[in-house]
């Protein structure tokens, strides 16, 4: 069974501030999503890695991916409070259309 | 564009009572999935469909039913809801299904049980 863990769940940093978000997964999978959720609302789709060593960068967000170690990390650079939002990793099962979701980081970035 | 809809947006049942979420999607997406998404929590696979006529159980499938008798449309129904059915139900749709096509999600079903 494929398990899905981030830490830390809960994250509160300043403006202009570095953290990195950690994702870990279980068993193997080459495929790792990144959404953005805002409070009652909907899941955006932040990143999308498909391959060991992917990286993509959007703004002040950058998502990685190792599949050796079976870890993504989503690092935020210079936060705003506009990145303020609950963010969840999924991992995609090797054959099949599933995703295993993270119980989320729910992050605020305060003034 | 409207993407993935969901209907209602908000319901609240009473013990036993039966419903449908419904789900569209206009996307013309052959995969279309159900999750539900418990307070301070991630989401789980309830249902999913890989087409037309194709449905299986995801991880938590027990309570619900689903059917897809069309590409755009896959409701849930809920047969004798009980308090722990009281969720967020979120509907999502991809094009394949495969590697590098996020899920789509609907903006959400806000059920409550009493």
């Known amino acids: 069974e494929l398990k899905v863990e981030q830490n830390p769940l809960f994250l509160s940093m300043q403006e202009g501030k570095n953290y990195t978000i950690y994702c870990n997964y279980s068993?193997?999978?080459?495929?790792l999503y990144w959404y953005r959720q805002d409070p009652g609302k909907s899941l955006e789709s932040l990143f999308v890695l498909l391959s060991n060593g992917a990286v993509k960068q959007e703004g002040r967000l950058m998502a990685s991916l190792d599949t050796k170690a079976r870890l993504s990390t989503l690092h935020i650079t210079a936060a705003v409070h506009d990145l303020s939002a609950t963010y969840f990793c999924a991992v995609g099962e090797t054959s099949g259309s599933r995703l295993t979701f993270g119980e989320g980081t729910q992050l605020t970035v305060n003034p | 564009n409207a993407g993935v809809t969901q209907t209602p947006k908000f319901r609240i049942l009473k013990i036993g009572q039966s419903m449908t979420l419904q789900c569209a999607q206009d996307m013309n997406h052959n995969y279309m999935y159900w999750y539900r998404q418990d307070p301070g929590m991630g989401l789980k696979l309830i249902y999913y469909s890989v087409g037309a006529g194709i449905t299986d159980k995801g991880e938590v499938p027990n309570g619900y039913n689903v059917s897809r008798s069309t590409t755009e449309d896959f409701p849930l129904r809920l047969e004798l809801a009980a308090p722990s059915q009281t969720s967020v139900y979120f509907c999502?749709?991809?094009?394949?299904?495969?590697?590098?096509?996020?899920?789509?999600f609907g903006d959400g079903t806000r059920l409550s049980i009493l």
């Open positions: 068993t193997t999978s080459d495929r």
């Open positions: 999502a749709s991809s094009w394949t299904g495969l590697l590098n096509q996020p899920q789509h």
